[in-house]
């Protein structure tokens, strides 16, 4: 079993949509976790912390449940830029972040 | 301030054949990363480095070297290139292990 798990896509939607991504891992003792993001043939870039109370970056909500251990990545109002390819990053002990295969959205016109 | 930087972009290799690739940063940044990147898989780390002159392995680390004699530099070997190796070779660094600053990446081809 990967440590990190996502659903691979591609999520297709319309403009204006609101989409969300899941992302659950297998280490309970994981300590942090990161959205990232990274366009085609591009580098990942750091999108947005998760926090346990949730946190929110304008047009994105990032939830934490540790019981279940499971984030998420909620975008409202999609828009063409948003297309890109969504990691899903775990920090578990030492200087190391586990990294999701990533979530494609694909946002149409 | 060029952040990230990674030399070359692009590489194709016969089996056996070795090569370096050279990560730099410019953020005076303490750790350093290199990744590597194949569909389906996501960033697998090959080995990292907490400070200059110090390396640790990563999660797949078997067919490479790394050296960090300078802070701001640390290189990637492949001593006797396979073509399992045929990847994405991303280079990051950070202040803190969390929000790491990658490079553009190189692409290699070992046929």
């Known amino acids: 079993r990967k440590e990190v798990e996502q659903d691979p896509g591609p999520f297709n939607v319309p403009e204006g949509a609101t989409v969300a991504f899941n992302c659950t891992y297998s280490?309970?003792?994981?300590?942090?976790f990161f959205w990232y993001r990274q366009d085609c043939r591009k580098e990942p870039k750091l999108l947005m912390s998760?926090?346990?109370s949730g946190n929110e970056d304008g047009r994105f909500t990032a939830q934490l449940n540790r019981a279940s251990q499971y984030i998420s990545l909620l975008i409202r109002d999609s828009k063409l830029s948003d297309s890109a390819t969504y990691l899903c990053?775990?920090?578990?002990?030492?200087?190391?972040?586990?990294f999701g295969a990533g979530t494609i959205l694909r946002v149409k016109s | 301030n060029a952040g990230v930087t990674q030399t070359p972009k692009f590489r194709v290799l016969k089996t056996g054949q070795s090569m370096t690739l050279l990560c730099a940063q410019d953020?005076?940044?303490?750790?350093m990363y290199w990744y590597r990147q194949d569909p389906g898989m996501g960033l697998r780390l090959i080995h990292y480095?907490?400070?200059?002159?110090?390396?640790a392995k990563g999660e797949v680390p078997d067919g490479y070297n790394v050296s960090r004699l300078k802070k701001q530099n640390f290189l990637l070997g492949l001593e006797s290139a396979a073509p399992s190796q045929t990847s994405v070779y991303f280079c990051?660094?950070?202040?803190?292990?969390?929000?790491?600053?990658f490079g553009p990446g190189t692409r290699l081809t070992v046929l």
């Open positions: 990053v775990v920090a578990s002990y030492g200087n190391k972040l586990v």
């Open positions: 280490n309970s003792a994981s300590q942090s």
């Open positions: 998760v926090y346990s």
């Open positions: 480095s907490v400070g200059e002159g110090t390396t």
């Open positions: 953020m005076n940044h303490e750790y």
């Open positions: 990051a660094s950070s202040v803190l292990v969390y929000e790491q600053f």
